[in-house]
């Protein structure tokens, strides 16, 4: 019998790897929702402004 006829790939090889892995988001989710954040708050300003200006007017 050799090796890959036991191999599950759902099962992690190590408990100790699974959950450092588990705790960290990927790097590009991160630089993503900052990104998606800053630029929603941006618009949100931006609509704000517009409607008090038009709003004065």
Known sequence: MS???HFDPLTPRSRK???AQERKFP???VIRLF???IAG???AA???L???VAGKG
């Open 17 to 19: 790897n699974y959950e």
């Open 50 to 52: 517009l409607f008090a």
């Open 41 to 43: 708050h941006i618009f």
């Open 35 to 37: 990104a998606y954040l």
């Open 3 to 5: 090796d890959s006829e």
């Open 27 to 29: 790097r590009g989710v």
């Open 46 to 48: 931006f609509l704000y």
